[in-house]
């Protein structure tokens, strides 16, 4: 898999053409090109994405400090700007919909490897 910064600057450079993004909507830097689940893969979403975890039972006072400090960063137009440039999205989550995140893509992501037959080495 490349980044897509620098797939971006490949595409740009004329050396590739961009036929589908994999994240669910498209990417603001590829207005034209369609997402895969628009194409080929209805309901298919592959995205990387970052977040910050902390050890189980953290006091909830520390969640939430953490929790108004990223939000309040990733409010701030630079880092969005930072961010977009990178042809990337983003989208804030909060602590309990993160978690949901989590869970969703563990169970999807398990059932999409048991039905490959993906064994560990």
Do not use: H
């Not at 034209?32 to 006072?61: S, Y």
């Amino acid at each position: 898999m490349v980044d897509a910064g620098r797939a971006l600057a490949i595409c740009r450079a004329g050396r590739l053409k961009a036929l589908a993004v994999s994240t669910p909507t498209r990417v603001a830097l590829l207005p034209n090109v369609p997402t895969l689940a628009e194409t080929v893969a209805p309901g298919l979403q592959m995205e990387a994405w970052l977040g910050i975890v902390g050890p189980a039972g953290m006091p909830g006072d520390v969640t939430s400090k953490l929790d108004q400090a990223i939000r309040e960063i990733a409010a701030m137009s630079q880092v969005q700007k930072r961010i977009a440039d990178t042809g990337q999205n983003l989208d804030y989550l909060p602590p309990e919909q993160f978690r949901e995140r989590l869970r969703s893509d563990q169970e999807r992501l398990g059932i999409a490897i048991r039905d490959a037959g993906i064994q560990p080495n």
